[in-house]
């Protein structure tokens, strides 16, 4: 072996950086004898250990300028970590926007998680090829996140226009963690916005060329921002069996434009490491991007003379390169191109011209594969390119895509994008039919049918729909169609009348409101948890369904119980008649229990309405101007038969006409319509306080007509610690003109603003498992009232009203609500959309599913969703509770049935499925059957007052509550409900009184994590 053999083997890393300084060795291949091999060898171990000592890494402790042939950059230590000045060498222009670049997180923000980082260390070394190396460390601290230690390297090579960005998270705590990364960059040449400026990301909808803020998913691996001033293209370029999303953030009134990208979750156990890698490629020249790798950028472009030009703009230098391209039509044609060749280098420009005419409009996959020196040469090779080669798509002309096709126009080229996809589940199911292709059975209201359902038939046997339900309620069940044959399965359904067991008596089958459920594309989960996929919600009426081959759809029946039908068991047929299988006739029972809800549902609600959405809405399923007051007319009535109030259909009027006495007088009748429909709060317009007089005849004005304590004035909404002055302020303002009228503030976070005179505390859901809980409760039992809201958040393990949660995870928060004495809820639009269709696209920016609407647009109102249905249950079971709770304080007063007693507190333990906010059970059968028991128990309690009233010869007058005194308890600990004065509830007419004690439980478990329903008394 010669001596540079021996050099190359043993030692290429001085091979390496003898080669990058241009030094040459030559030795000869002569045998030399074996002291000058040792002497040499020891010579080389020496000179290793030089280069490694002028290598090593020296800290960062001040702002620090690194560069390379092309590139440079700034680091501020004071910055954690965000790099806000960087670019090319020439032209020096600083490409980063306001917010920075590199920035990473692994998870969604939010106001309850203080995380922080420790421990920060910026160092710089220079490698042996004379690479510049940027190490940024630190320790995480908080929630999700503790125990975990990031590791961020950034390389400037001295051959490339560009960065390298090397991302590593180690868990050295002793808890797993579940991440979900994402890197962020905020991006503008120059330093401002110009209207040339183009952001592009290639999704599944084609690469597009972004105007507003929104979450894409990806479909390559690659992101570009042009500015066509400077001539300068900011590409990013990320691993392509990891990313799953981006964030596309264009906000040019903010000067906010920029990229957060999203990888795939992943559960990191103690010792568990994650890393990626990603890169930063600027070249120039390029007007639009239609392909980015970590080498190069192209722009294709068609024109209509027949040519199609390719534009291939470089980082770094390539000699005797060709090109092999083709093009892909829609129908699968494949053209091939002629063979191009060229060198590529920094700053210039590659142009091939192609003498191509698209046989018409369409989209067109452009594919093409580069060679060096004859040889195939692979492109993104760190970044986890499939095939190594351009993959791009252009349009010729304008086209219509089908709206029925799930053809996705640009299709992700790795599985990454769909990792997250809910794949078939297991299910046994008591099946109501079955045949060689269709299945039949039924669900709840609580359980979400998905398409992909294929239930394998239980051992039980259930022949019957079953509905039970107060009169004045509504309750809803479904009916599951599985069609695993080749055609499309049409189904309808045929409802005979209801008729009473015992007394034959007819009702109408109209009662019964039958809907299809439809499905929705959800392909970024909320908050990054959960699975992807289509999940149902939006409710159409029809009793026609058409359901795919292979595909699952659902009718859903909703029942109503007019406060007039007589209690007791009513028996009806649902016909099933289709094309693929004979009249299938499915029987059902619905029980009516004894007791009425009441008129207006005892727990208040607060919920936002957008007019300027339901009227845009209306014109464009119409195409007609929409007539405002039926629109508003429609969703009124919508919401009062969901048993909800909209703030914005029932805000008393600012001033007209100089006589507003008149103007309120005027309305008097419609308000008291409203309240007995059902409608329970009316808030005052804030832009009153300007004008003192007329806030002073509209106070008269309730005053007179006792309508003070169903009216509030939604004073502020999410106050800062900086706004409290200002705050306290407007409400001394209101107070001296309206002492008695009732002020509502929302808080959130950490540290929530509850002023002392402010009437309702309408908290952020999470605040309950703060430090503050404590001290909330125990306002709540002094009387205070307490709303609360899910607006934005929070996400799992909370419960909200997300598309993509399960149904118990919507209704548990009322019966959440109701152990808290929360009185309350608020919620801040049922039908916003902003610039999208809601059925098509329920995400928003956050990323959220269905955050901000309930119901979907239809031409003649609002149609209905699951969730709101669930809500509706929901509300509906708050005042079960309330009737259960009085009812049992009536057996108490009386003493006369202390066995009864007995077995109705022990119904009244929660704990088995809801022990705090986060840890209830997602088995809604728990829930449902909950339900029932304490409906039974109301029936029984019905007959032993009324035969204790029997007895009596006089009614008691009403009794006058007071509130309970406050007891001490411990911050994770809750009663399983604690008990304030309230509004008297009626329940057959006859006030029933509210219990204000609390009984504790014995057997309490503190919950670590959440605010418990369990309440222990301090000695």
């Known amino acids: 072996m010669t001596i540079l053999t021996e050099i190359i083997y043993t030692y290429p890393l001085i091979k390496s950086y003898i080669q990058t300084k241009n030094y040459t060795i030559r030795l000869l291949t002569m045998k030399l004898s074996t002291g000058t091999k040792v002497t040499i060898s020891l010579f080389l171990q020496l000179f290793l250990i030089f280069i490694s000592n002028n290598t090593s890494a020296q800290s960062i402790q001040t702002e620090t300028e690194v560069k390379s042939q092309y590139m440079w950059l700034k680091i501020n230590p004071l910055q954690q970590g965000v790099i806000t000045q960087l670019g090319l060498i020439n032209p020096p222009d600083n490409i980063s926007g306001p917010l920075g670049m590199f920035q990473e997180g692994f998870g969604v923000g939010s106001f309850y998680v203080p995380n922080r980082k420790i421990n920060e260390q910026w160092e710089q070394s220079t490698l042996a090829d004379g ?390 594309s959800v392909v970024i989960p909320s908050y990054y948890e959960g699975p992807t996929g289509y999940w149902p919600d939006m409710l159409v009426p029809t009793n026609t369904i058409k359901i795919p081959p292979q595909t699952t759809s659902a009718f859903w029946l909703t029942f109503y119980a007019p406060e007039t039908l007589p209690p007791g068991d009513y028996k009806g047929t649902l016909e099933l008649q289709s094309n693929s299988f004979d009249p299938v006739e499915l029987e059902l029972n619905i029980h009516v229990f004894e007791f009425a809800l009441p008129n207006s549902p005892t727990l208040k609600t607060d919920f936002g309405f957008s007019w300027e959405n339901a009227l845009k809405s209306a014109q464009l399923l119409t195409g007609q101007k929409p007539n405002a007051s039926a629109v508003a007319s429609a969703y009124l009535q919508n919401a009062i038969e969901h048993r909800v109030t909209l703030r914005e259909l029932t805000q008393l009027p600012l001033p007209k006409t100089p006589d507003y006495a008149q103007e309120l007088s005027n309305i008097l009748p419609k308000i008291q319509r409203l309240i007995k429909e059902g409608i329970n709060t009316f808030t005052i317009p804030l832009q009153l306080i300007n004008q003192p007089e007329q806030l002073k005849i509209l106070y008269s004005f309730l005053q007179t007509n006792n309508l003070v304590k169903q009216s509030f004035v939604p004073l502020w909404e999410y106050p800062k610690e900086e706004d409290k002055e200002k705050l306290l302020n407007t409400i001394t303002q209101w107070k001296t003109i309206t002492p008695e009228l009732p002020l509502m503030i929302t808080t959130r976070g950490l540290n929530p603003i509850l002023p002392e005179n402010v009437d309702i505390w309408c908290i ?161 059968d728990l829930l449902l059957s909950k339900r029932i028991e304490i409906a039974e128990y109301i029936e029984r309690m019905l007959k032993v007052r009324q035969s204790d009233r029997n007895t009596q010869t006089t009614t008691p007058e009403k009794i006058i509550q007071k509130p309970t005194q406050s007891q001490q308890q411990e911050s994770s600990q809750l009663p399983q409900k604690i008990e304030t004065k309230t509004q008297d509830t009626f329940v057959e007419v006859k006030p029933i009184q509210k219990d204000k004690t609390t009984t504790p439980s014995k057997n309490t478990t503190p919950n670590p994590k959440s605010v418990g329903f369990k309440k222990r008394i301090d000695n």
């Not at 795939?264 to 890393?275: A, N, Q, V, Y």
């Not at 004045?472 to 049409?490: F, H, M, P, W, Y």
């Not at 696209?841 to 959220?848: A, E, G, K, R, W």
């Open 131 to 520: 690479t510049k190396e940027i190490r940024y460390t630190y320790n995480c601290e908080g929630p999700n996140i503790q125990g975990l230690k990031v590791k961020r390297t950034i390389q400037l090579s001295p051959f490339v226009a560009g960065l390298t960005i090397k991302l590593e998270v180690k868990n050295e705590g002793t808890e797993s963690q579940w991440i979900a990364p994402w890197v962020a960059n905020s991006i503008n040449p120059g330093g401002k916005w110009n209207e040339t400026d183009r952001l592009e990301l290639p999704t599944n909808e084609g690469i597009l060329s972004i105007n507003s803020s929104h979450h894409w998913v990806a479909s390559r691996n690659w992101s570009a921002y042009t500015d066509q001033e400077l001539l300068t293209n900011v590409c990013l370029i990320f691993h392509a069996d990891m990313l799953h999303s981006f964030l596309a953030v264009w906000e040019p009134k903010e000067n906010k434009q920029g990229v957060q990208s999203w990888f795939l979750p992943s559960l990191l156990k103690p010792g568990d490491t994650w890393s990626t890698v990603y890169k930063l490629s600027i070249v120039r020249g390029l007007s639009h991007v239609n392909f980015a790798s970590e080498e190069i950028a192209c722009q294709l472009d068609y024109k209509e003379e027949g040519k199609l030009i390719l534009l291939l703009s470089p980082n770094r230098d390539f000699k005797n390169m060709r090109i092999q391209s083709r093009v892909l039509g829609p129908d699968g044609k494949v053209w091939r191109l002629p063979t191009k060749k060229f060198d590529f280098q920094p700053n210039i420009l590659i142009r091939c011209t192609y003498d191509w005419t698209a046989p018409g409009p369409g989209r067109y996959d452009f594919l093409a594969q580069l060679e060096q020196d004859g040889k195939p040469y692979y492109l993104g090779k760190e970044t986890g390119s499939p095939h190594g080669g351009i993959d791009t798509q252009f349009v010729v002309g304008n086209f219509e895509t089908s709206s029925t096709s799930k053809e996705e126009p640009f299709p992700p080229w790795t599985d990454a994008p769909n990792a997250l996809d809910k794949g078939p589940r297991k299910l046994e199911r008591p099946l109501l039919f079955q045949n060689s292709t269709i299945k039949i059975w039924s669900e709840p209201s609580l359980f979400k049918i998905f398409p992909e359902d294929n239930p394998e038939p239980s051992n039980q046997t259930d022949s019957a729909l079953k509905i039970s339900l107060a009169r004045k309620e509504r309750e809803s069940i479904q009916v599951a169609l599985r069609n695993n044959g080749a055609d499309t399965c049409t189904v309808q359904t045929i409802l005979t009348e209801l008729k009473n067991r015992q007394t034959g008596m007819s009702i109408p089958k109209d009662v019964i409101s039958t809907y299809e459920v439809k499905y929705h």
């Open 764 to 924: 952020h859901s999470p605040v309950m498992d703060t430090q503050f809980n404590r001290y909330i409760l125990e306002k709540i039992q002094a009387g205070q009232k307490v709303w609360w809201c899910v607006n934005h958040a929070p996400p799992r393990p909370y419960a909200n009203f997300f598309l993509d949660f399960a149904g118990i995870e919507h209704r548990i928060f009322f019966w959440q609500t109701w152990m808290l004495g929360i009185k309350g809820v608020h919620y801040w639009c049922i039908n916003y959309s902003k610039e999208k269709d809601p059925q098509k696209c329920p995400l928003d920016v956050i990323p959220t599913n269905g955050d901000g609407f309930l119901v979907y647009p239809g031409k003649d109102g609002p149609l209905n969703s699951i969730r709101w249905e669930i809500i509706r249950d929901g509300i509906e079971d708050y005042d079960y509770l309330n009737i259960f709770s009085q009812l049992i304080k009536e057996l108490k007063d009386t003493g006369t049935n202390p066995e009864l007693l007995q077995q109705a507190e022990k119904v009244y333990d929660f704990h088995e499925f809801c022990p705090d906010l986060v840890n209830f059970s997602r088995n809604p």
